[in-house]
């Protein structure tokens, strides 16, 4: 079973600020947050991760509270084709028994709109 | 880089029919996955595999079989397609120090 829970879905207008939830109330101390997306009919694609600490990249921000039970993705420009499913995924480091692994849940199904 | 390449991209199979789903990686990651995804529905892990020669079942292996005879390439096999078999099925791959999975286009396989 998945360790995350998401809102179903969400609505964010073109070039605002995307902000999307995830709780992970049982995280442990040596499980990242993984964040992927995955666009209509395609193959899901990573866009960040991070332990404890705020993380930055290209595609997005990810802010985790300092108690680690939930965090947020940020999209600080949302575009037209930022409409996709993201998922919030925790995973330990490592490669031995369940951190070989990822667990999908249902993620949030973002729609940006014009 | 290609990247992770999956064929065919589509496939309608009747019941009983067998075929394999074919995945090939050029990033030389030792871990490669086979997931389905079901409308509506997040990803499932079929199998996995650390390395050439060495496979593992995931969540729900039920009526498939993989092997890994090379880095490159990772097949799924359907022997006796059923009808609950039909879905989308993603082929991934990760680098052993990596910690994010690479993903292929995906083969929508429909039995009927």
């Known amino acids: 079973d998945a360790k995350t829970t998401q809102p179903t879905s969400m609505d964010c207008a073109e070039g605002r600020a995307a902000n999307l939830p995830c709780n992970h109330s049982?995280?442990?101390?040596?499980?990242?947050v993984y964040w992927y997306r995955q666009i209509h009919s395609q193959g899901p694609q990573y866009i960040i991760h991070?332990?404890?600490?705020?993380e930055t990249n290209e595609m997005a921000s990810l802010i985790i509270t300092e108690d680690r039970k939930s965090s947020t993705l940020i999209l600080p420009h949302a575009t037209l084709r930022d409409t996709a499913v993201y998922y919030c995924?925790?995973?330990?480091?490592?490669?031995?028994?369940?951190?070989?692994?990822?667990?999908w849940g249902l993620g949030t199904s973002l729609a940006v709109n014009p | 880089n290609a990247g992770v390449t999956q064929t065919p991209k589509f496939r309608i199979l009747k019941i009983g029919q067998s075929m394999t789903l074919q995945c090939t990686q050029d990033?030389?990651?030792?871990?490669m996955y086979w997931y389905r995804q079901d409308p509506g529905m997040g990803l499932k892990l079929i199998y996995y595999?650390?390395?050439?020669?060495?496979?593992d079942k995931g969540e729900v292996p039920n009526g498939y079989n993989v092997s890994r005879s090379t880095t490159e390439d990772f097949p799924l096999r359907l022997e006796l397609a059923a009808p609950s078999q039909t879905s989308v099925y993603f082929c991934?791959?990760?680098?052993?120090?990596?910690?994010?999975?690479?993903f292929g286009p995906g083969t929508r396989l429909t039995v009927t």
């Open positions: 991934a791959s990760r680098g052993l120090a990596g910690l994010e999975q690479y």
């Open positions: 990033m030389n990651h030792n871990y």
């Open positions: 595999s650390v390395g050439a020669g060495i496979t």
């Open positions: 049982t995280i442990s101390g040596n499980e990242y």
């Open positions: 991070g332990l404890k600490n705020n």
């Open positions: 995924i925790v995973k330990g480091l490592g490669n031995a028994g369940n951190n070989r692994k990822l667990i």
